[in-house]
């Protein structure tokens, strides 16, 4: 007698636990989304997210219509912020170097650095302009002797802002340089910079991760090259002391 054949029978869909996973993963997501929706949101945090997010979509109010149903589900629509954000962020921004002009130029009248470092500022940096042959000699990087005081003074200010990362930039006229240590004007500037961050590190004990350097050679000069005397006003250090507010911007 011919065995019978055995019918497999074959279940379509999904396995039956999927369903229910699914349930509650998605149970769990309205639970937060409402959760998150019906918090106070802080309008300073608030901002600071939406900047380390600015890679990724996010949907403001009043801006959803098309884009919901171009992009699909997934993309939550972030509630209201009350009060200008931006405004507020810029308004501490300007106070804070504000206040840190002011202290630097009593700071460096009261020990006659006045006419040795020129002092610029915007809502995002301090400048703290160090006139030509102050800390350097023609064609040089290492610091002159009499520099070191200099330098002294202006890290002990420095250090009262260690909230504050600090930005060294080196510049040259365009006269032309070429050494076995300095092919071009490129390296000077940079030598220099570092030169100056390396003090302030090895000798005033800043973190170096506060710290960074540019050499910009002849490519950014403040006036015309067309007169010695300009020659030497491109001829410069500056460091710039960066706003708490606007740090990843620079």
């Not at 380390?52 to 589900?73: E, H, K, R």
């Not at 200008?84 to 006659?112: C, I, L, P, V």
């Not at 403040?222 to 500056?238: F, G, L, M």
Request: hydrophobic share 35%.
């Amino acid at each position: 007698m011919a065995k019978k054949e055995k019918k497999i029978e074959i279940k379509q869909g999904l396995a039956e636990w999927m369903g229910t996973y699914g349930d509650m993963v998605t149970l769990l997501l309205c639970f937060f989304v409402l959760l998150f929706a019906s918090s106070n949101v802080d309008a300073e945090k608030f901002s600071q997210i939406a900047t380390s997010f600015s890679n990724q979509i996010v949907v403001m109010p009043g801006q959803t219509s098309g884009m919901l149903d171009a992009l699909g589900n997934g993309i939550i629509e972030m509630p209201e912020v009350k009060g200008n954000s931006d405004k507020e962020f810029e308004q501490r921004g300007k106070e804070e170097m504000d206040n840190m002009a002011e202290n630097f130029k009593t700071y460096f009248a009261e020990n006659h650095l006045e006419d040795k470092i020129e002092i610029e500022q915007n809502d995002r940096y301090i400048t703290l302009n160090f006139k030509d042959g102050i800390l350097f000699e023609s064609g040089s990087s290492d610091l002159k002797p009499e520099a070191i005081n200099i330098l002294n003074q202006v890290a002990d200010e420095l250090l009262k802002y260690p909230d504050n990362n600090i930005k060294i930039e080196g510049h040259t006229d365009n006269m032309p340089i070429s050494t076995t240590r300095y092919p071009n004007n490129w390296y000077l500037s940079a030598a220099r910079a570092i030169s100056v961050a390396t003090y302030f590190t090895s000798s005033k004990n800043f973190p170096p991760a506060r710290i960074s350097t540019e050499g910009y050679g002849e490519y950014k000069p403040k006036v015309s090259n067309d007169t010695p005397e300009n020659r030497a006003i491109n001829r410069r250090v500056e460091i710039k002391v960066i706003s708490k507010y606007y740090d990843n911007e620079l």
